[in-house]
């Protein structure tokens, strides 16, 4: 037998593949000590043990087979299969609006790649609407790959890419653009458009995935439908993220960028917005419903002016004549800006080395109302007389700073230290390097990053913004078997 119908394959594993006649992509009837498994051959990584054999089951997800547990195998062949969903132009249909799907890399727009096992950014936006041909009942659609990256890649490079991108096909008279991406920093790029991209007459709206095309539980198809939807004829004309609501497929929620975070590592309903209520709900059946009564509407038939700012002068001017027709593109970031997350005994070495190196913002992410401990005051001192721009947020991620109620808070504002109200800290990062990309003037800094752009900050914190239900209780059993995940 040819080892190239074994792909993958090597050792113990292949050794009981051959013994049995059984091939990759064969059907194959398993007899394990653990009962009996019916299924496709899979090819194996290339960097993967030797003691499993990978079978695609009925229901379409994945298993292992321990080979130490396989009695008997019985395979019949079959051809290989083709992984990759054709590109199809897309159909015009009069009446329904105009829609660009700007695709990045991610989870949306991925598949399984059998040589290493591992999800690839590999399908093109063309390639979507092959998977999911229900977006022609609801757009017509543009597609362009802008980058083929997974999310932990996307950097201030690429969030200036895609402002100025939005910035043409403002110009363009889009009616509304999506933005693939994948989820792990997906909130960091929406909070990145937020301030790169303002007073938007269209909606942009950033979606991704928890789980891959190829999987039968994948989120992709119906978060792309939700994104369109709110794109193609949602009333709110800002940069948001449209992904599951509940657990189930009831629902999506949109939620302003600068508000939102990834909560869990695999959940489809992974998004919340933290400390405030999301934006609104979106379902195929009902559109999108608003939970906010305040946000920036969609302008129809206006003209679209959009302005390109990259100097502080020209950005102040342009706020202050607040032209309802003119979309502002402020495609600038200083990248020399860090997060440092407090921990009990950290040294000063980790802030001198930020110092040594150059940096010009420091995001802190405190405890409690905003602290660190005394050994890093110091440090601190150097940092704000190197010319270093300091913020405090808090790791509670719900609440806010308040850095006056203990001596701690105090001394650190003493210090220079800057407390960011109820920021997000990934938003106070994002907003100070967009800051710094503008000026390095110490007060008209702390203006950028204290006055709100698109809710980063909020006056108060509403009551139903901070719900956390602690599973086990008899209550909360009864709610979540009621209600919802």
């Known amino acids: 037998m040819d080892d190239k119908t074994f792909q993958g394959y090597k050792g113990r594993a292949l050794d009981i593949l051959k013994k049995y006649y059984v091939h990759v992509w064969d059907k194959a009837e398993v007899e394990t000590t653990r009962g009996h498994f019916s299924g496709k051959i899979l090819p194996r990584a290339e960097n993967t043990d030797d003691l499993h054999i990978v079978m695609k089951v009925i229901t379409g997800y ?29 159909p015009y249909t009069p009446g329904l609006p105009h829609v660009k799907l700007l695709g990045t890399g ?43 990256v997974f999310s932990e890649n996307m950097s201030p490079k690429e969030y200036i890419a895609l402002a100025k991108k939005i910035g043409d096909e403002v110009k363009a008279g889009i009616e509304g653009i999506v933005i693939g991406h994948g989820t ?9 458009l ?61 939620h302003r ?16 917005t933290i400390g405030d209520t999301p934006l609104a709900t979106i379902s195929r059946k009902d559109g999108v419903q608003p939970i906010k009564e305040v946000y920036n509407h969609r302008r129809k038939n206006q003209e679209r002016k959009v302005e390109v700012i990259t ?42 080395a930020l110092i040594d190196k150059g940096y010009k913002g420091i995001v802190w992410d405190g405890t409690g109302l905003g602290h660190v401990n005394k050994g890093m005051f110091e440090a601190i001192q150097k940092a704000t007389d190197a010319g270093i721009h300091q913020y405090m947020c808090v790791q509670t991620i719900w609440g806010y700073t308040h850095m ?33 990309g503008l000026t390095h003037d110490r007060e008209e800094v702390r203006k950028l990053m204290l006055t709100p752009i698109n809710s980063e900050t909020t006056p108060r914190e509403p009551y139903d913004g901070y719900l956390i239900y602690q599973g086990g209780v008899p209550e909360v059993e009864e709610f979540v078997h009621k209600v919802h995940k």
């Not at 978060?223 to 949602?234: D, E, F, P, Q």
């Open 184 to 192: 792990d920093t997906l909130a960091h790029t929406a909070t990145a």
């Open 62 to 90: 994945n298993i292992g087979l321990d080979i130490t547990t396989i009695t008997n195998m019985k395979g019949e062949r079959d051809p290989q299969p083709n992984f990759k969903i054709p590109e199809k132009e897309f």
């Open 311 to 352: 100097d502080l002068a020209a950005y102040k001017a342009s706020v202050a004549a607040n032209d309802p027709n003119t979309a502002r593109i402020v495609p600038v970031f200083d990248d020399r800006v860090a997060i440092l997350y407090y921990y009990p005994g950290m040294k000063p070495d980790v802030l001198e």
């Open 257 to 272: 960028g600068t508000r939102v975070r990834k909560m869990h590592s695999f959940y489809r309903s992974t998004f919340r």
């Open 194 to 254: 937020t301030y790169m991209c303002q007073n938007l007459p269209m909606p942009v709206v950033l979606v991704g995935s928890q789980r891959s095309s190829d999987r039968p539980s994948s989120d992709a198809a119906l978060n792309l439908m939700h994104a369109m939807t709110a794109a193609g004829h949602g009333d709110i004309a800002e940069v948001m993220v449209c992904m599951f609501g509940p657990t189930s497929d009831e629902y999506g929620f949109l």
């Open 404 to 436: 006056f109620v203990y001596d701690t808070g105090r001394d650190l504002m003493a210090r220079g230290i800057i407390p960011a109200d109820n920021m997000l800290a990934e938003s106070a990062y994002i907003k100070l390097g967009w800051a710094l």
């Open 106 to 148: 991610g989870t949306i727009a991925s598949r399984l790649d059998y040589r290493t096992g591992a999800v690839i950014p590999a399908f093109s936006p063309g390639e979507l609407y092959g998977a999911v041909p229900e977006l022609a009942d609801i757009c017509n659609l543009d597609t362009e790959k802008v980058f083929a």
